[in-house]
C-alpha cells in the first residue's frame, strides 16, 4: 500500500503541473514532495529502466537539492546506473531547489537557474537517460 501511495502521490504531482503549464501557470511543488519524487526517479526507475544496459564507463552525476536534504551520486556503468545516497565529489554536479530538479528530470523544465558545475553534456546526457 505504502508503494501505491507513494506513487500516485508523485504520478499526480507531474500531471498537475502539465496541466498547469498548459495554461500557463504552474504552481509550486512541495519541497519535501519533490525530494522524495527525485529519489523515487534514483532509486526505483532508472536502475530497473536501465538495468543490464550500458549507460557509461563510469561517469559520476552528483545531485544536490539546496532547500533541504537531499544527495544522490549516480554512476554510469556498462551495465545500468548505480545510485548511491551522500555528498561525493562527481565529473558533473547539478544543484538547485528540489521542485526545480525534480521537473528538470521528468523533463518538465530547463536547466536554466540551475548550478551546474563540471561538465554540462554530461548533464544533458544524463538528463536524457531520465527520459521517461
Known sequence: ??????????????????????????GPVDTDLAVDGIDELFQLFLPRRHAGQPTGDGETIHVHTTDAEGEWLLTLTGDGIQVEHGHAKGDVAVRGPAADLLLWLWGRRPADGLEVFGDAALAGRFRDLTAI
Open 1 to 26: 500500500v505504502a508503494f501505491w501511495l507513494r506513487r500516485m502521490a508523485q504520478e499526480t504531482t507531474i500531471h498537475r503541473v502539465d496541466a498547469e503549464q498548459a495554461t500557463g501557470v504552474a
